[in-house]
DNA sequence: GGTCATGGTGCATGATTATACGAGGATTGC
DNA sequence: GCAATCCTCGTATAATCATGCACCATGACC
């Protein structure tokens, strides 16, 4: 009995890595880092933390912050940058669409440019707008998801 | 008569006005205002609108606006810029590629933002090129139909 | 210790949402 | 016209989620 604060910590770093489109899912990975509840209990979570359901999966509301256990990467250039000019982003299929505020999308394109991510095909900005080509739109929705974490958002829309 | 894009132009309004817990909550709301479908299909409706169910109701995705209340739909300042300056339309997957003459792709952007148009994730414009981000290939589809049209295209792209 | 209140959980089940399938209408090409 | 296609939607049902109830553990209090 690891306790309730623990597990929905590692809820939230669950949500935030990999999408999770049903409550079943989420029981596995749980399942899987050695944490066994039933469905009902996650139900009982994910109305606790606030998260919602979304065509894309569940998302965790903007403000919640992964318990720093294992995210706990250092601050590459790619993330002061997102954190720092990002707003919101977005997944379509095999497109990840990023906001920022007015002219900043070229300078946060040039990080992720340099950064070199996997399954990233070419990113094209615009003025606050960025539009990243996935290779496939799994990956895709992987990436949204570390992405959100870079900038520190969290949950994408709203 | 395609009720679709109306009932969902409704259930955008619905959403933005009071909290929907439920898709037969919301069945019941549009037949107050005289519009009956079932279930299934506010399913796919709330789906394609990227509405998230979340502990206070159903969310629509920031950026989704409550779209010109039908009758107004006549010259609005899309159509007229559309119908000036777009030259082609095309669609791939989800990503919507329209192009203008030299110089006028900010413009129609800039218009497409301000519509709020149902499904788009994100514009991006360079000089005479336009992405349009959208949230799935069947909406894009559908909203290629409907820019042909604003543009007077007739059935140029595909 | 005994009793009570509180919080967390599983189980069973009701409530809600998603989807496979097919019908009906509109459109297109011949 | 007629067949082929594409859309949209309802029906029926599967899948998923929420919750009433009971149980157990813990801690306060007598």
Chains 1, 2 share one sequence.
Do not use: W
């Not at 929905?8 to 999770?20: A, F, H, N, S, T």
């Not at 706990?72 to 379509?92: G, K, N």
């Not at 906001?99 to 440019?113: C, F």
């Amino acid at each position: 009995m690891t306790g309730r604060a623990r597990r929905q910590q590692v809820i939230i770093d669950i949500l935030q890595r990999q999408p999770v489109d049903s409550q079943e899912e989420l029981r596995q990975s749980l399942a899987g880092r050695g944490i066994e509840v039933t469905q009902a209990t996650l139900s009982r979570d994910l109305r606790e933390l606030g998260a919602a359901k979304t065509p894309r999966g569940y998302q965790l509301p903007s403000g919640t912050t992964p318990g720093r256990s294992e995210s706990a990467r250092a601050l590459t250039p790619l993330a002061r940058t997102m954190a720092s000019f990002v707003t919101d982003i977005q997944t379509a299929c095999n497109t990840i669409v990023l906001r920022t505020g007015p002219g900043h999308a070229q300078i946060v394109a040039l990080e992720m440019d340099r950064a070199g991510l996997v399954g990233v095909v070419g990113c094209l900005a615009g003025d606050d707008t960025i539009f990243v080509a996935v290779a496939s739109a799994q990956r895709a929705k992987e990436l949204t998801r570390e992405l959100l974490g870079l900038a520190e958002l969290a949950g994408a829309g709203r």
